[in-house]
């Protein structure tokens, strides 16, 4: 046992098939994508699934405005999600679709385990009931007689259905919550599941639905089907093979290291989903990790208001990179942030064109300049510079992981950018061109050289969870393999083999943006 490798879970939200998708879903994949990026980099055996949430009563009704089928609807989006996915270099292990059959027949098995063990009884409910939301809430949770969640209409529910007795789990999920402080976070989530919705007394669930019929039939009772939130959540232990587990997936990847989910749907992942995981007495996810929203500057993006993002737009004319790069660096994970191509334009220009484009053009061009284009490794002399830039890399690297593991994105990228700042400063300090014209100076003048090209390569092995081709681009001008972007190179001796010859004249890896231009666009 002790060989095996370490494992990960990693998932994000399974998302509806209500439309084409923006850069609000892009955000939470990217960023879960990252993370799994970056244990796959630490050696984890990784595990990272998404997928669609394909059930329920709003995929009924968008399929029959598109006059489709709803499988065949579902089934084409599915299709473009995929395709934006690839095009977005998502490294998911597994995609699951909600109306796979691995799935359904699990979601029929683990409700008739809850009506086994008498957590789930018959009784009709009557109340309101927000269909783009699929949740139910009643009157006095209403807002203006809205929904308290998006603040659209919501219409009236009475019928038969099945209840989920969630008020006997209530105690066990506070004392959790206290016994695991970092399952919900921010923490400000946590305390906001804790006074708005527990301590005020959870509801029973209504779990099934009979006025319409596109979901999964609840075992024994064909005029009910599963309400969608129980067939989408249980997504994340179906798809392990979970309640047989015949490949021994689920005892292998059980619990979820960290469950991505946007701040919409955290009481369904810390309130509902436990509570289910209790039912079926199984241990409940590490982390459930909720960030904030990518408002526009007129507020939330929607197809009304035109205001919607969609990250092709982005790729096309920017480049994947700078499109990963902007998302996670411009908003701290947990916060809300503003979407402005204003920012885009000066993210682009000032961290990626400038000081990451620069620095390498330049440590290229020097290099061929100075020694013919091959890194010298031999006959350094240190500069009076070198410690503090190479204290700078290892305090670095050190705060890098710690961030890493708090998915402190933006954090990590603007640590790894003061050193990319640091290293062109070195530039200044050491003035390479002034060295270039004592002979005697020769060797201060290659181990700079030599700290530059090094710490590009650190910078490119640090940028891969968040970059999938450029750190390859920088190594590649080096002339270096990319075998070199391993973790471990990052505490090992000179990392940088003897001989190796930069490339020519290199191409600047992002170019710069014409700030007038890309308004108009
Ligand atoms: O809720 N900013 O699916 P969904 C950041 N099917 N993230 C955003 C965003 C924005 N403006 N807009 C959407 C569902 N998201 C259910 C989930 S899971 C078992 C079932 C992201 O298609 C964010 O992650 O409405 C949010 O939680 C999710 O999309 C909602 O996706």
Request: net charge negative; charged share 25%; glycine share 6%.
């Amino acid at each position: 046992m002790s060989n095996e490798k370490k494992t990960f879970y990693i998932t994000t939200p399974i998302y509806y098939p209500s439309g084409r998708f923006h850069i609000g879903t892009a955000y939470t994949t990217v960023a879960a994508d990252t993370m799994a990026r970056y244990k796959r980099l630490l050696g984890f055996d990784v595990r990272f699934q998404t997928g669609m949430d394909e059930h329920g009563q709003k995929i009924q009704e968008k399929a029959q405005e598109a006059n489709k089928e709803p499988k065949v609807y579902v089934d084409e989006i599915t299709v473009a999600a995929k395709k934006l996915w690839s095009m977005m270099d998502i490294s998911y292990d597994d995609y699951v679709q909600t109306t796979e059959e691995r799935h359904t027949k699990a979601v029929e098995k683990i409700f008739q385990k809850f009506l086994d063990n008498g957590d789930i009884y018959k009784g009709e409910y009557e109340g309101w009931y927000c269909t783009p939301c699929e949740s139910f809430f009643t009157e006095m949770q209403l807002v203006n007689g809205n929904c308290p969640d998006c603040g659209r209409p919501v219409h009236k529910v009475k019928e038969q259905s099945y209840f989920f007795n969630m008020k006997k789990y209530a105690d066990r999920l506070l004392a959790y919550y206290n016994e695991n402080p970092g399952f919900i976070e921010p923490e400000s989530r946590k305390n906001e599941m804790i006074n708005n919705f527990i301590k005020p007394g959870l509801e029973d669930l209504s779990v099934s639905r009979s006025s319409f019929d596109w979901g999964i039939r609840v075992p024994g009772d064909a005029k009910h089907v599963i309400y969608v939130w129980v067939d989408a959540l249980t997504n994340y232990i179906t798809t392990l093979g979970y309640p047989t587990d015949e490949n021994g997936e689920f005892a292998k990847y059980w619990p979820a290291d960290v469950q991505v989910v946007g701040k919409d749907i955290v009481r369904f992942h810390t309130i509902y989903w436990p509570i289910f995981l209790m039912a079926l007495d199984l241990p409940l996810p590490k982390k459930v990790f909720a960030h904030g929203f990518i408002m526009m500057k007129d507020g939330k993006m929607s197809k009304s208001k035109g205001n919607v993002i969609y990250p092709e737009m982005l790729i096309e004319r920017y480049g994947l990179d700078a499109t990963r790069y902007f998302l996670l660096r411009e908003l701290p994970f947990g916060s809300d942030g503003v979407f402005s191509p204003e920012s885009f334009v000066e993210r682009t220009n000032f961290d990626l064109a400038n000081d990451l484009g620069n620095l390498l053009n330049r440590t290229v061009s020097m290099m061929n300049k100075y020694f013919d284009g091959v890194i010298p490794t031999e006959n350094l002399v240190a500069t009076e510079f070198d410690a503090a830039l190479q204290a700078q890399a290892d305090e670095t690297i050190t705060k890098y992981e710690e961030n890493m593991d708090k998915m402190q994105f933006s954090v990590v990228l603007s640590d790894v950018w003061a050193l990319i700042s640091r290293t062109n400063k070195y530039i200044d300090e050491t003035s390479p061109w002034v060295l270039a014209k004592d002979e005697a100076l020769k060797p201060q003048l290659g181990m700079v050289m030599y700290n530059l090209a090094e710490n590009l390569r650190r910078v490119a092995v640090l940028l891969q969870p968040f970059m999938t081709k450029s750190p390859k681009e920088i190594v590649r001008q080096l002339g270096l393999s990319e075998d070199c972007l391993t973790w471990a190179s990052l505490s090992g001796e000179q990392a940088i083999p003897t001989g190796t010859t930069v490339i020519d004249k290199g191409e600047p890896i992002f170019p710069r943006l014409e700030a007038e231009v890309e308004m108009e666009y």
